[in-house]
Nanobody, 118 residues
């Protein structure tokens, strides 16, 4: 069992940066690929970025490529999402997720709210 706890959300202005963190419980963090998603009111949950468990390979949605960076620190059981040049359209609840097999999500965090004012 893995528990994920996000933090770092808040209210920022357009153009600002924010770094989200997601801490995982358990000793198997390095066995999981990690990802970030978001969900805005009235919209479906949207994939943002993923990072592999081994070589740190990353993949991004076109909507955030070049602005957001995912990284992980296996020694701290933590995955990060650095968000730059935030726009009002980025406002949402942000979730981290863990998956053991490709394309399958096994665990979700509870989410952290990001609000961007114009």
């Amino acid at each position: 069992q893995v528990q994920l706890v996000e933090s770092g959300g808040g209210l920022v202005q357009a153009g600002d940066s924010l770094r989200l963190s997601c801490v995982a419980s358990g000793r198997t963090f390095s066995s999981y690929a990690m990802g970030w998603f978001r969900q805005a009111p009235g919209k479906e949950r949207e994939f943002l970025a993923t990072i592999s468990r081994s070589d740190g390979g990353t993949y991004y949605a076109d909507s955030v490529k070049g602005r957001f960076t995912i990284s992980r620190d296996n020694a701290k059981n933590t995955v990060y999402l650095q968000m730059n040049s935030l726009e009002p359209e980025d406002a949402a609840v942000y979730y981290c997720a863990a998956g053991y097999l490709p394309g399958k999500i096994d665990y979700w965090g509870q989410g952290t709210q990001v609000t961007v004012s114009s």
